[in-house]
């Protein structure tokens, strides 16, 4: 069995692959609340004999385990939604429920492409009796940061040599830095309550001191590096305008390129919520919710994922799929539009809906990934890549209405199939040729001789 025959048998199981991605996108479950997914995903591989285990003190996270030896490879998969992103599938915003949630950023591909993957190679480890471990992890929470730091706080990815991981979005590129290193903190002050009108002067207000706090939290913008990013939202301003606040609390995301910017960001920060407190005479508490590290980057993973992005054919789509693509893409802004096709150096005039090449090896560093992942902590533990595959029509935004339609189509479900594809053949390289395995660890060693990882959660 060749790799030609591995990704075969992968399309002979894609519809129950897509049938488990819809299932999941049918019915979006927010962070911490993934229990049909969780069961799910571990009905299929139980089906499969892969050997489950819940992870420990991780929410819904699980790990399903095949074959025995080395290399030991992780496949991380992601399922849960996000809250407000309710939509059919329909090309003007429709929700399913007003408010209610949706897969706006497409985990519901996310993890149904790592699935296809895992059980690929497992046919191909049962044909060829080769040596070696695959893992499929299931990782609930990562909309909230926290699924995989968790994992790791408790070695989950311990003993793994290789971690893949990709994303659902309108491009088909391989990653070599992407993320910003996150922390999550809430500023609980405490006052004194008093008559508004009557006794001010007996009161001491919270909610003056987080607003006090939200404006030196603005003057420290001035003084961070550029590409850092501080915001917040005020989650408790008090009760009735006639009554001093007695209680009010504001929550705040830090981003920053590198674990030690956010660090050192976070420390100034709280020394304006003290500040703040000092001025209006009330006290603060800080409890640092939690955080994530950016991805590390690793050359070997790189080549091996562009290799097999170029080696294996992107999906083809049909006149329906690409009018689908083309009416969504004309609900957004066109100047963005043609912002992004520029980005992955396409000529805007080519008319191009979805993307349907791979991003040249040369563009890539044009790509910037500036959310925030949990899956960077993982590869701070382990060797990790990184791709992304277009799910979306070019210009799509991830956390929007347009992502969630996508998510659900069939043409989002063609490039997650590509993915799990893109994952197989990288496995299959992986298998065959223990060198790559041993230059990728090398190359995670000297990265991380001078800078190990700690838990944000510690």
């Not at 819809?22 to 997914?37: F, G, M, Q, R």
């Not at 609930?140 to 408790?154: D, H, I, R, S, Y």
């Not at 956390?399 to 993915?419: D, E, R």
Request: net charge negative.
């Amino acid at each position: 069995m060749d790799k030609l025959d591995v990704l075969n048998y992968l399309d002979e199981i894609s519809e129950e692959v897509v049938e488990v991605s819809l299932e999941i996108w049918n019915n979006p479950e927010t962070s911490e609340n993934e229990v049909k997914a969780f069961n799910l995903f571990k009905e299929v591989l139980k089906s499969y004999d892969f050997r489950i285990t819940d992870i420990e003190d991780s929410g819904y996270a699980f790990v399903a385990e095949y074959g025995s030896g080395s290399p030991v490879i992780a496949v991380l998969g992601e399922y849960d939604a996000l809250p407000g992103l309710s939509q059919k599938l329909d090309t003007k915003f429709n929700p399913v429920v007003e408010n209610g949630p949706g897969h706006g950023c497409g985990h519901n591909l996310l993890g149904s492409a790592g699935l296809g993957s895992v059980l690929a190679i497992k046919k191909y480890l049962d044909e060829t009796k080769k040596s070696g471990t695959i893992r499929f992890y299931g990782c609930p929470e990562e909309e909230t940061l926290l699924g995989k730091v968790k994992m790791a706080k408790v070695g989950a990815f311990d003993d793994c040599d290789i971690a893949l991981s990709w994303h659902p979005m309108n491009a088909n590129v391989a990653i070599d830095e992407a993320f910003l290193s996150n922390n999550s903190i809430k500023f609980k002050f405490n006052g004194i309550s008093a008559h508004a009108a009557q006794s001010p002067e007996s009161g001491r207000s919270a909610l003056d001191a987080v607003e006090l706090m939200n404006v030196g939290a603005n003057y420290l913008r001035e003084h961070v590096i550029d590409s850092a990013r501080i915001h917040y939202t005020i989650t408790n301003a008090g009760g009735a305008p006639n009554i001093v606040p007695k209680e009010a609390e504001s929550w705040y995301f830090v981003r920053a390129p590198y674990r030690k910017d956010v660090e050192e960001i976070t420390e100034r920060l709280i020394k304006v919520a003290k500040g703040a407190a000092m001025m209006t005479e009330t006290t603060v508490e800080h409890t640092i919710l939690g955080g994530c590290y950016e991805k590390l980057p690793n050359n070997v993973l790189f080549d091996l994922t562009y290799k097999n992005m170029m080696e294996i054919p992107t999906p083809e789509y049909t006149e329906e799929e690409l009018e689908f693509a083309k009416t969504i893409q004309e609900s957004l802004d066109p100047d963005k539009v043609d912002a992004e096709i520029k980005k992955y150096g396409l000529l805007s005039d080519e008319k191009q809906y979805i993307h349907q090449g791979v991003v040249d090896k040369d563009k890539v560093g044009s790509v910037v990934v500036s959310g925030s992942s949990d899956s960077g902590d993982v590869s701070w533990l382990v060797p990790m890549n990184l791709f992304l595959t277009a799910t979306w029509p070019l210009g799509v935004p991830a956390h929007s209405w347009q992502a969630t339609a996508s998510s659900g189509s069939s043409m989002g479900n063609k490039g997650m199939i590509y993915a799990a594809k893109i994952f197989s053949g990288m496995m299959y390289d992986l298998l065959n040729d223990p060198k790559l395995v041993e230059e990728a660890k090398e190359e995670f060693e000297k990265r991380t001789k001078k800078s190990k990882y700690k838990s944000p959660l510690a």
